[in-house]
């Protein structure tokens, strides 16, 4: 059965950098696509990044600071995140679905088959 593993949470002061990473088997990796969704308390969850080679999208409020990238060989996808903010606490979800293109389908985490257990990120100041 598919199953998505994420790791590299954790508690990170303001300003600090984490990377996660979500393991996936039990699927063929290349023929999807992949986002990295999270979501804090009392809040919906929403979209941060996602990777459909070759083609990235982020939320604005990680532009610049969050890197989505895939590894094809290893089955993995990483999500560099530097410069964090108290508003990043949350818990982060890796999600896949077949691979698309469209941007709006890659933004909405309706559309996503197959979801991680998630990851807790606290930024304390």
């Known amino acids: 059965q598919v199953q998505l593993v994420e790791s590299g949470g954790g508690l990170v002061l303001t300003g600090g950098s984490l990377r996660l990473i979500c393991a996936a088997s039990g699927l063929t990796f290349s023929r999807y696509s992949w986002g990295w969704f999270r979501q804090a308390p009392g809040k919906e969850r929403e979209f941060v990044a996602s990777v459909s080679a070759p083609i990235t999208y982020y939320a604005d409020s990680v532009k610049g600071r969050f890197t989505i990238n895939r590894d094809n060989f290893k089955s993995m996808v990483y999500l560099q995140m530097i410069g964090l903010k108290s508003e990043d606490t949350a818990v982060y979800y890796c999600?896949?679905?077949?691979?698309?293109?469209?941007?709006?389908?890659?933004?909405?985490?309706?559309?996503?088959?197959?979801w991680g257990q998630g990851t807790q990120v606290t930024v304390s100041s």
């Open positions: 999600a896949a679905k077949p691979l698309t293109s469209t941007r709006t389908s890659l933004l909405n985490p309706g559309t996503y088959d197959y």
